[in-house]
C-alpha cells in the first residue's frame, strides 16, 4: 500500500461522488421510487406545516418575542431558506438518502460524516417523539371539546406530558407499522391529511382577521424583562461575563431568541433530501420540490402569526394552554377551536409520518456505508428499509415513553442547526475541490451566500440555552465513542481501500495458431523496432525470416478444400451446373462471346470445393451416383411420365408462363380477414 493509500485510509476517507450515486456502493437505485415533484411539496408541507402553526408561534409569542415573533418568524425563515440553497444544490449533485451526512461524507471525510449524521438522528429522534406527544394533547382536548366521554382508567394514560402515554404510542406504532410495510396507503394519507391541513389553515387566517385589532400589535416589541431562571443562553452567558449584563426576554434580544425555537417549525425542507434516492429525475425535481414548500410555508406561517397576535393581546395568552384554540375561544369564536383542534391532530400526524421517513433513510444511509450495523440497511421484499424503520422507530417509542421530551425541543433545533454549517461549508468545498461536477442547480453568489448561511446558523446556534448546548455536547460526546469503537473499524470505504486491486487477466496462450496463419516467426519487434512490442529472443535462425523453411501449409489455405488437389473419378465434375445464359455464351463462340461475355472471364484452373486425394465425400450419399432418385429411374423432371404420366400437372410449377401479364397490385381481390383487425 502507497504512503498516499495509508493517507486516505484514515478516519478523513471521503466518499468519492461517483461512488455514493453508482451502483457499486448502492446509492442509487436501492429504493423504489415513488416521489414526484408536486409529492416532494406535499411531502416538505406536512412535516413544516404543524407544530410550529399549532404550538410554538403562539408559546413564543407569549414568552419571549410578544407580537414581534413575527420577525422572528421571517429571520428563521430567512436563514433556513439560505440554507435551502446550499441543500438544493448539494442534493442535484448528491441525489441520495443520506441528505446532509452524505453531503459531509462527500466533501469532508468520514469523521466529519459521522458527526453530522449522529446529529441528524438526535434531531429526527426527538422530533417524533415531541410531536408525538404533542399529538396526545392536542387528540385529548378534541376529544374534550367535542364531549366524548373517556372512561377514568384510560384517562390517567392519555394527554400526559412525561411517562407512559397510550395515544403518543399508538400514533407512533400505527405509522412505523405503515411504513415498514411499504404501504402505499402512507402517500395517499399524507396528501389527505396536508390538503385537510390547508382548509384548516385557511380557515384560521380568514376568521382571525375577521377579529384583527391593530390595537393588539402595540407594542409591537415589549420592552425587556429579566429572562426566567434556567433560560440563559449561550450569548447571555458571553455578554454577561463581558459586560456584566443578565439575560432578559423580550425587546431586541427576544427577537432573535425566538427565532432560533421557530426554526423548529420549518424542519422539513431538508428532509426532502432524504427522499432523493425515491424520486424520480431527483437532481432536478428534489431542488425545486425543496425551495417551494419552504417558500409556502413561511407565508402560511407569518400569515397565521399576524392573525393570531392581531385577534388578541399575547398578554392575556397563557403559555400552559394550546393557544390558538384558545385565542380563538377569548374572541367569541368557540367553533373554531374545534376545527383547530382537528387540524392540528391531522398536522401533528403528517410531521410524524414525515419525521419517521427520513429518520429511517438517514439509518439506512449509515448502515450501508457500515458505520451503523450493516444488517440494518437490509431491504424488504416491498423494497423498502423494513429493519431501518423498526429500529429507527422502536427508538423513537422508547425515546418518547421514558424521557420528558416536551422539556428537549431546543435539541431539535442544534441537530438541524448544526447540520445546516456543515452543507453551507460544503457548497464552497465541491465548488474549490470539484468544480468539474455537474450541477443542475447553482446557489447564485455562492461564496457570499454561504458564508452569509454559516454566520446567520451560528447566531442562530449562540441564541440557544447553555443547558441545550450541554446536553449536545454529551450526545456528540457518545456518538464520537460509538464510531472509534465500531463505525472506523466497520466502514464500508476502509474495506474498499484496504481490498486489493484485482489482477488483470493474463490471455491465455494458444497451442496452435488459428486456421490460415502462420506461426509466429519473431520478425516483428514493434513499430519502427524502438517502441511497441518487444522482439522475442532470436532463436538458431536469427531474428529474420528463417532460410529455406517453407511456411507450413494451413489445413484450409484457401477454403474448404486445397487448390490443386482435385479428385478425379466420378465425382470429378463441378458439383453445380454452370447457369444458363453460361451455356449460351459457350454455344456462341466462348466466354468472351455472346449476348453475356465478359472481358475478363476466363475457364477457373481449378475447382476450389474439389476433395483431397483418397478422402472420402463427406457429402455423398452411398451407392446412388447421382443422388437419392437417379435420373434413369425417375426422369429428369419429377413431373414428367413415370408415375405421375401426363396431363395438365405435367408443367413444372416453378415456371412462369411467357408473355402472362399478373394483376397490378390495387386490382388484386384482398382476401378477409381471418381473425379481425389485429389479427397477426
Not at 443 to 470: D, F, H, R
Not at 649 to 666: A, G, K, L, S
Amino acid at each position: 500500500m502507497t504512503w498516499d493509500v495509508r493517507m486516505r485510509n484514515n478516519m478523513f476517507r471521503r466518499l468519492p461522488v461517483e461512488q455514493a450515486t453508482g451502483r457499486l456502493y448502492g446509492g442509487r437505485h436501492r429504493l423504489r421510487v415513488v416521489y414526484r415533484t408536486r409529492d416532494l411539496i406535499v411531502l416538505g408541507l406536512g412535516v413544516m406545516i404543524g407544530s410550529g402553526i399549532f404550538k410554538i408561534s403562539g408559546e413564543q409569542a407569549a414568552t419571549t418575542a410578544g407580537p414581534s415573533v413575527i420577525i422572528s418568524f421571517l429571520i428563521a425563515g430567512g436563514v433556513c431558506l439560505l440554507a435551502a440553497l446550499s441543500y438544493a444544490e448539494l442534493s442535484s449533485i448528491v441525489p441520495v438518502a443520506g441528505s446532509a451526512y452524505s453531503f459531509s461524507y462527500v466533501a469532508f471525510g468520514e469523521i466529519w460524516a459521522w458527526v453530522v449524521g449522529w446529529a441528524l438522528v438526535l434531531e429526527l429522534l426527538l422530533a417524533a417523539s415531541v410531536v408525538a406527544r404533542a399529538w396526545s394533547l392536542y387528540a385529548t382536548q378534541a376529544l374534550a371539546d367535542f364531549a366524548v366521554p373517556v372512561p377514568s382508567w384510560l384517562a390517567g394514560i392519555i394527554g400526559q406530558e412525561k411517562g407512559f402515554d397510550l395515544f403518543a404510542f399508538g400514533i407512533l406504532v400505527l405509522l412505523i407499522t405503515m411504513l415498514a410495510t411499504g404501504s402505499r396507503m402512507s402517500l395517499r394519507s399524507l396528501w389527505f391529511m396536508v390538503m385537510a391541513k390547508l382548509i384548516v389553515i385557511g380557515l384560521v387566517v380568514a376568521t382571525g382577521l375577521k377579529f384583527f385589532h391593530a390595537g393588539n400589535l402595540t407594542p409591537f416589541v415589549p420592552p425587556a424583562r429579566p429572562a426566567p431562571d434556567g433560560a440563559t443562553t449561550v450569548l447571555d452567558a458571553v455578554l454577561g461575563a463581558v459586560t456584566g449584563s443578565k439575560p432578559e426576554v423580550f425587546g431586541i434580544w427576544g427577537v432573535f431568541a425566538a427565532a432560533p425555537a421557530i426554526a423548529f417549525a420549518y424542519i422539513g425542507f431538508d428532509l426532502i433530501a432524504t427522499a432523493s434516492e425515491e424520486t424520480d429525475d431527483a437532481p432536478r425535481k428534489v431542488p425545486r420540490g425543496m425551495l417551494t414548500s419552504l417558500a409556502i410555508a413561511v407565508v402560511l406561517y407569518v400569515a397565521v402569526a399576524v392573525a393570531m397576535v392581531g385577534m388578541v393581546s399575547t398578554d392575556r395568552l397563557d403559555p400552559a394552554k394550546p393557544l390558538l384554540a384558545t385565542a380563538f375561544g377569548l374572541v367569541g369564536a368557540d367553533s373554531m377551536g374545534k376545527i383547530i383542534d382537528v387540524g392540528a391532530v391531522l398536522a401533528l400526524t403528517t410531521v410524524i409520518l414525515v419525521v419517521l421517513i427520513s429518520l429511517t433513510r438517514v439509518v439506512f444511509s449509515m448502515s450501508r456505508d457500515g458505520l451503523l450495523p450493516r444488517p440494518i440497511a437490509g431491504m424488504s421484499r416491498y423494497r423498502v428499509p423494513s429493519r431501518a424503520t423498526l429500529v429507527a422507530g422502536g427508538a423513537a417509542v422508547v425515546m418518547s415513553q421514558t424521557i420528558n421530551v416536551l422539556t428537549l425541543e431546543q435539541m431539535v433545533v442544534i441537530g438541524t442547526l448544526f447540520a445546516f454549517l456543515f452543507v453551507s461549508a460544503a457548497v464552497l468545498a465541491l465548488r474549490r475541490d470539484r468544480p468539474d461536477l455537474h450541477r443542475p442547480f447553482r446557489v447564485p453568489a455562492a461564496p457570499v451566500t454561504a458564508a452569509a448561511t454559516i454566520l446567520a446558523t451560528g447566531w442562530l446556534m449562540l441564541n440557544l440555552k447553555v443547558q441545550t448546548w450541554g446536553y449536545f455536547a454529551v450526545w456528540m460526546a457518545v456518538g464520537i465513542v460509538i464510531y472509534l469503537v465500531y463505525g472506523r473499524r466497520k466502514s464500508q470505504m476502509k474495506l474498499l481501500l484496504d481490498a486489493p486491486p484485482p489482477e488483470r487477466p493474463a490471455a491465455a496462450r494458444t497451442q496452435a495458431p488459428p486456421p490460415g496463419v502462420a506461426p509466429f516467426d519473431g520478425s516483428f519487434a514493434g513499430p519502427g523496432q524502438g517502441g511497441g512490442f518487444p522482439a522475442p529472443p532470436p532463436g538458431p535462425y536469427g531474428a529474420g525470416p528463417r532460410p529455406n523453411v517453407p511456411a507450413p501449409e494451413s489445413p484450409y489455405p484457401t477454403g474448404r478444400y486445397s487448390v490443386g488437389r482435385r479428385p478425379s473419378g466420378p465425382y470429378d465434375r463441378e458439383p453445380y451446373e454452370r447457369a444458363p445464359y453460361e451455356r449460351e455464351a459457350r454455344a456462341q463462340g466462348g466466354p468472351g462471346q455472346g449476348r453475356y461475355a465478359r472481358d475478363d472471364a476466363a475457364e477457373p484452373s481449378a475447382d476450389p470445393y474439389a476433395l483431397d486425394p483418397g478422402v472420402p465425400n463427406p457429402f455423398a450419399s452411398g451407392p446412388h451416383p447421382t443422388g437419392r432418385y437417379s435420373a434413369e429411374q425417375f426422369g429428369s423432371n419429377p413431373y414428367e411420365g413415370g408415375r405421375y404420366g401426363t396431363g395438365p400437372h405435367t408443367r413444372d410449377p416453378y415456371v412462369q408462363e411467357p408473355y402472362v401479364q399478373e394483376p397490378y397490385e390495387d386490382e388484386r381481390e384482398e382476401p378477409p380477414y381471418p381473425g379481425g383487425r389485429h389479427r397477426r
